[in-house]
């Protein structure tokens, strides 16, 4: 079974949760705008603040039903279920007393949480880069995969998305997302014709006046090719996709990223902590950047997306009534 808000989005795309970078400023701005706004737990230093930023995003998208009676987009909330984060189990009691539209889940997909989401009306989206990661959280019953494939920021898998999910919908009947250098709506089209049901962006969105990345982290984008992007182990032991000038800054040579290290964020309680400093000094993105040019606001890039998006349909169906007329 399908997710029940598809329908009811402005676009199939869903804002993925980037750490250090996604704030209730963006993820307010986007549900605005009819797609899904995320977040990670983690981005706030405590579970206190995380509250915190869950009832100024409740507000504000109460508010802006109010004033304009349209119902903004669901949003959501990124857990990270590895022993690793000693914060789990508050956070997910304080989803549940907020009932956060949508879980998504890192590192581990679990039955317990899953239920506990489902038990207030949540569903769980599980991020996956193969088959025997998606066939594990299958069986913990969440509602949708995200499939992470070769190309995309942050944590990414090797797979081509084609064959990734043709691969997973052999046997995975409810909602699939595809994450991996989706940057404008074109592509976004293109995530539906392979047979997503949304698109998972996250490098286009670090280029928006409410992310809350620094302004030479979006100029090293505009400035990169995507031969830029190198996929490597060396800041934290899993691999994930990095800006190769900003590894450079930090004096990673091309020999040390080539070096496969070992995941080493899971054995001691400041593990977020060592993690949150390598990310916040060593910058993530996807082989997208190579068609991002600017920083512009929410609203801004959004109609973009749509124009985009409709034009790249419309260029669909012009090709579909070419060929059905040789029938």
Known sequence: MKANFINELDLPIVVAPMFLISG?????????KGIIG???ALNQRTSEGF?????????????????????????????????????????LAICMKHKVPLIITSLGAVSELVNAVHSYGGLVFHDVIKKRHAEKAAEAGVDGLI??????????????????????????KKTILLAGSISNGRDVASAKQMGADLAYMGTRFINTDESKA?????????????????????VSGVPANFLRPSLESMGITEDMWQNKGKMDFGKDKDAAKKEAKAWSTIWSAGQGVATIDDSISVNDLVNRLREEFITALKEQQSVLEFYSSKD
């Open 24 to 32: 209730p400023q963006l993820v307010i701005e986007c549900c605005k």
């Open 38 to 40: 995320t977040f990670p």
């Open 51 to 91: 509250e915190e930023w869950l009832i100024e995003i409740k507000s504000a998208l109460t508010e802006f039903e109010k004033e304009t009676g349209k119902k903004p987009a669901p949003f959501g909330v990124n857990l990270i279920v590895h022993h690793s984060n000693p914060r789990v189990q508050a956070d």
């Open 147 to 172: 499939l992470v494939a070769a190309g995309a920021g942050g944590h990414a898998g090797t797979i081509n998305p084609m064959p990734l999910i043709a691969e997973i919908k052999k046997f995975f």
């Open 214 to 234: 620094p302004d030479e982290y979006k100029d090293m984008i505009t400035s990169s090719s995507a031969s830029d992007v190198v996929y490597t182990a060396a």
